[in-house]
């Protein structure tokens, strides 16, 4: 009897002892969901940290005025320090008296007579920019001395060269019209478009600017082959005229610069 009792507590112990483990499994594992979900809610919750400012972009703008270049790319083109020195500079172009002209558009003459207009082109630009008193010498530079790559530096260089204190470069651009209710037959409209920029070779500094537009209406000439060639030569016309224009806008400047430093 006594060891039938002693079986039955035994087992009631071990049973005992596997309801405290299971009991102790289910506890944990319930703890660790719980965690997991409490988890995931946080990361849904917290806010997304703010994007950090652009790398290209420096300073602090709000509370000053801006004297430097706001993008850090720029300072590999030229530097705030150079900048701000090119700025202060006051350019005097007193000592500045031979001056070299360049031609960045291409001419293709379609005739001998179109050639023979735009050397006299050429020439009166020449002869314009010589009646200023500036000047005493005014050269072509030749196009030997110009590489494909016409950077500033590099037509400095070919400035120099030549040994010239300035450099006028000006570009043509041709626009004509043949067919027009206005117009009469055989009758052709060219509009010159041209600009012009004055280049200290010292310095690196563009001087001046100048833009100048001019029109010609052209009917066709007896010697003319055809209407291509009437329309080739009041382009040639119309751009001799703008060239014209353009050195006398800067003959008229230099002169007035003249006058304000004397006063």
């Known amino acids: 009897m006594l060891a039938r009792w002693a079986r039955e507590a035994t087992r009631?112990?071990?049973g005992q002892k596997d309801s405290i483990a299971m009991k102790s499994k289910i506890g944990l594992l319930t703890l660790l969901l719980v965690l997991t979900l409490i988890g995931g809610c946080g990361m849904k919750m917290t806010a997304p940290a703010p994007p950090p400012p652009p790398e290209t972009i420096v300073g602090d703008v709000a509370n000053e005025a801006p004297q430097a270049s706001l993008f850090k790319g720029d300072q590999a083109v030229l530097s705030d320090q150079d900048i701000a020195r090119i700025l202060a500079t006051q350019l005097n172009l007193e000592d500045r008296h031979k001056l070299a002209i360049l031609n960045l558009s291409a001419t293709n003459?379609?005739?001998?007579?179109?050639?023979?207009?735009?050397?006299?082109?050429?020439?009166?630009?020449?002869?314009?920019?010589?009646?200023?008193?500036?000047?005493?010498?005014v050269?072509?530079?030749?196009?030997?001395?110009?590489?494909?790559?016409?950077?500033?530096?590099?037509?400095?260089?070919?400035?120099?060269?030549?040994?010239?204190?300035?450099?006028?470069?000006?570009?043509t651009h041709i626009q004509y019209f043949r067919r027009d209710r206005l117009l009469k037959a055989d009758e052709v409209h060219a509009q010159c478009v041209a600009e012009s920029a004055l280049l200290d070779v010292r310095t690196g500094i563009v001087v001046?600017?100048?833009h100048a537009s001019e029109n010609i209406s052209a009917q066709k000439a007896p010697g003319d082959l055809n209407l291509d060639e009437t329309v080739a030569r009041a382009q040639s016309e119309a751009k001799g005229k703008a060239m014209v224009s353009l050195a006398n806008t800067l003959t008229a400047y230099l002169a007035e610069q003249k006058k304000r430093m004397a006063n």
Request: no cysteine; hydrophobic share 45%.
């Open 109 to 137: 003459p379609w005739s001998a007579e179109l050639a023979e207009t735009e050397a006299k082109n050429v020439d009166n630009l020449t002869a314009a920019l010589k009646a200023s008193q500036r000047f005493t010498e």
């Open 139 to 171: 050269r072509l530079l030749s196009s030997l001395l110009v590489p494909e790559k016409r950077t500033i530096p590099y037509l400095r260089e070919a400035a120099a060269r030549v040994q010239a204190d300035l450099l006028f470069v000006y570009t």
């Open 12 to 14: 009631g112990r071990v």
């Open 208 to 210: 001046h600017t100048g």
